[in-house]
Nanobody, 118 residues
Framework: QVQPVESGGGLVQPGGSLKLSCKASRAITSTFNRLVMHWYRQAPGKQRELVASITSVGETTYADSVKGRFTISRDSAKKMVYLQMTSLKPEDTAGYYC?????????WGQGTQVTVSS
């Protein structure tokens, strides 16, 4: 019913910016508008971390580690969710995953790698 597909990862220098995109493929617009969307990340040897969330009405929450640097947003017409990342640090290096929460189920994307290094 919902299949998140991420894109936009890559290699960026410390202090740089990157924008991740997530398309809720297969979801019709009415379903997308009911989704709560999350971005998680996981680095090797570290626990998975919930980075940011956005509700169906646009309310956002962020992990303390990214507050003030990352911005989550959604575009209902395009069925897209974005994660704008600025002032990136080496510790932001991780696989980033888009997750759609719908009817008590979580639907995970395949992930996109972000590497922050000089």
């Amino acid at each position: 019913q919902v299949q998140p597909v991420e894109s936009g990862g890559g290699l960026v220098q410390p202090g740089g910016s990157l924008k991740l995109s997530c398309k809720a493929s297969r979801a019709i617009t009415s379903t997308f508008n009911r989704l709560v969307m999350h971005w998680y990340r996981q680095a090797p040897g570290k626990q998975r971390e919930l980075v940011a969330s956005i509700t169906s009405v646009g309310e956002t929450t962020y992990a303390d580690s990214v507050k003030g640097r990352f911005t989550i947003s959604r575009d209902s017409a395009k069925k897209m969710v974005y994660l704008q990342m600025t002032s990136l640090k080496p510790e932001d290096t991780a696989g980033y995953y888009c997750v759609a929460h719908f009817q008590n189920n979580d639907y995970w994307g395949q992930g996109t790698q972000v590497t922050v290094s000089s």
